[in-house]
């Protein structure tokens, strides 16, 4: 088991690597620039801005040296500046979000946990029952359908019919 694991983790790095390669290389692929305007009847930049903005960003280097330059920012989590909120980093508003990311995915992970592991106990205990087949049902549904329907679901259930939260 120690030896697959240590294999698995071996084969993290070149395909993390791969993943980056492939997204970077469809980023370049798809036509235009960053610098066209994006607005339909917008004014475009001079030629002498777009240098500019292109110097800045590094757009005007060769695609290898763009490469070693995003990978080397991203092992170093330098994100740049975010599109949205120009005077902060991608690093800021991931460190500022992460928490709260981290407590819902935490809360889902052990509702998740919980649930499973409880369905799975009424199933083995009641096999080829009706709740055997309720819980292979349930979990089912919970694998299938896409977490907004699942979130109405429970909003519906929770807040309305049971009145258990505020809608």
């Known amino acids: 088991m120690l030896r697959y ?5 071996i084969w993290l790095v070149p395909t993390l690597l791969a993943m980056a ?7 370049h692929a798809t036509p235009g620039s960053p610098l066209d305007p994006q607005a339909p009847n917008a004014n475009p930049l001079s030629p002498e801005l777009q240098k500019n903005l292109a110097e800045k960003y590094g757009l005007d280097k060769p695609l290898p040296v763009q490469f070693g330059t995003f990978l080397w920012n991203a092992l170093h989590f330098d994100f740049g500046f975010s599109y949205q909120f120009k005077s902060r980093t991608v690093s800021e508003i991931i460190a500022n979000t992460f928490p709260v990311s981290l407590a819902l995915g935490s809360m889902a992970f052990v509702f998740a946990v ?4 409880t369905l799975g106990v009424l199933a083995a205990m009641n096999q080829n029952s009706w ?16 977490n907004f329907v699942i979130g109405i679901l429970f909003l519906l259930l929770f807040s309305i019919t049971l009145q258990w939260f505020p809608a």
Request: hydrophobic residues 60%; contains cysteine.
């Open 114 to 117: 919980v649930g499973g592991v």
């Open 5 to 9: 694991l240590v294999e698995r983790l």
């Open 21 to 27: 390669l492939i997204t970077f290389i469809v980023m």
């Open 131 to 146: 709740i055997d087949y309720l819980c292979v049902f349930v979990a089912t549904l919970g694998v299938s359908l896409p």
